[in-house]
T-cell receptor, first 114, second 113 residues
Framework: AQKVTQAQTEISVVEKEDVTLDCVYE???????LFWYKQPPSGELVFLIR????DEQNEISGRYSWNFQKSTSSFNFTITASQVVDSAVYFC???????????WGAGTKLIIKP | NAGVMQNPRHLVRRRGQEARLRCSPM?????VYWYRQLPEEGLKFMVY????????ESGMPKERFSAEFPKEGPSILRIQQVVRGDSAAYFC???????????FGSGTRLTVV
């Protein structure tokens, strides 16, 4: 069975600190996709990244970076120099080989204090 | 193109009434997916549709819930005889193909009173 675990329910940091959100997944498929979404207080879902299982290169996009490690089944997300606008719930998700059904973690609520 | 459009944004229904949630996919997208987000939880897959066809409804409750995506018009998620436990955010997503990336709508927040 597929599963996504985000063990951190809530994280609170002061602005400008770096913060890492953990994501651990389980799947038996050799081909799969991992996602991160942001859900700000307004409630919409904002796509951040999609990574396939064959691409283990780390990715950086501005202050955001992602560390994909198949050996530990983890796909962690780091925000550098956090800002108040980063405050949101962040979800990690996994899709199986069919690539249409997303399995979601429970989310991590990130609070950035000014 | 304004993206995936869901309406209404907020819907209040009394127990026993029907709720109809609408989703217009992005232009050129023929695949639609519905997810439900209960309070303080991640999203759960409900159903996957293509035009006039239900491809996968493995996440749909067996009773009271139905979905359609007609040849013309938006996709509709219909909940009959709503109960308090149906209160949730319902998200729709669309993609150009089965392997394509999702685009989510802003969701419909259903409150059953």
């Amino acid at each position: 069975a597929q599963k996504v675990t985000q063990a951190q329910t809530e994280i609170s940091v002061v602005e400008k600190e770096d913060v890492t959100l953990d994501c651990v997944y389980e799947t038996r498929d050799t081909t799969y996709y991992l996602f991160w979404y942001k859900q700000p207080p307004s409630g919409e879902l904002v796509f951040l990244i999609r990574r396939n299982s064959f691409d283990e290169q780390n990715e950086i996009s501005g202050r955001y970076s992602w560390n994909f490690q198949k050996s530990t089944s983890s796909f962690n997300f780091t925000i550098t120099a956090s800002q108040v606008v980063d405050s949101a719930v962040y979800f990690c998700a996994l899709s199986d080989n069919s690539n249409y059904q997303l399995i979601w973690g429970a989310g991590t609520k990130l609070i950035i204090k000014p | 193109n304004a993206g995936v459009m869901q309406n209404p944004r907020h819907l209040v229904r009394r127990r026993g009434q029907e709720a109809r949630l609408r989703c217009s996919p992005m232009k050129g997208h023929s695949h639609v997916y519905w997810y439900r987000q209960l309070p303080e939880e991640g999203l759960k897959f409900m159903v996957y549709l293509q035009k006039e066809n239900i491809i996968d409804e493995s996440g749909m409750p067996k009773e009271r819930f139905s979905a359609e995506f007609p040849k013309e018009g938006p996709s509709i998620l219909r909940i009959q005889q709503v109960v308090r436990g149906d209160s949730a955010a319902y998200f729709c997503a669309s993609s150009p193909g089965r392997q394509g990336g999702y685009t989510f709508g802003s969701g419909t927040r259903l409150t059953v009173v």
